[in-house]
């Protein structure tokens, strides 16, 4: 196994990634990595963790990762679905009450 340079992929034979999957498979999930899968020293396949699979397929949209970034600011991305169903009722009853 040879890791290339951290957030860089891990470069192993297809014999090292057949005798290893489970042990690869939970390595790539957690070190947010790709593992290259070399036949004969030729890359023939790469393994992503579905998170980074997802990036790659379908970006998220600009909007999206502005208004995370804006919740991460506010610390409003740490609120509970039940804290956020809270703060809607408020927010309905206190325009009920203006209009």
Do not use: C, W
């Not at 957030?7 to 034979?13: F, P």
């Not at 379908?58 to 999206?64: D, F, G, M, Q, V």
Request: net charge positive; charged share 35%; aromatic share 2%.
């Amino acid at each position: 196994m040879q890791p290339t340079g951290k957030n860089q992929s891990i470069v192993v034979s297809a014999l090292t990634a057949r005798t290893g999957f489970g042990k690869l498979l939970r390595r790539v999930e957690d070190e947010h990595r790709s593992l290259v899968i070399e036949k004969r020293g030729t890359p023939r396949a790469v393994l992503l963790s579905i998170g980074d699979y997802v990036k790659l397929a379908a970006p998220e949209p600009e909007i999206l990762r502005v208004i995370g970034e804006e919740s991460k600011r506010k610390g409003t991305d740490k609120l509970t679905s039940r804290e956020i169903d809270q703060e809607i009722r408020a927010a309905r009853a206190a325009r009920r009450k203006r209009g």
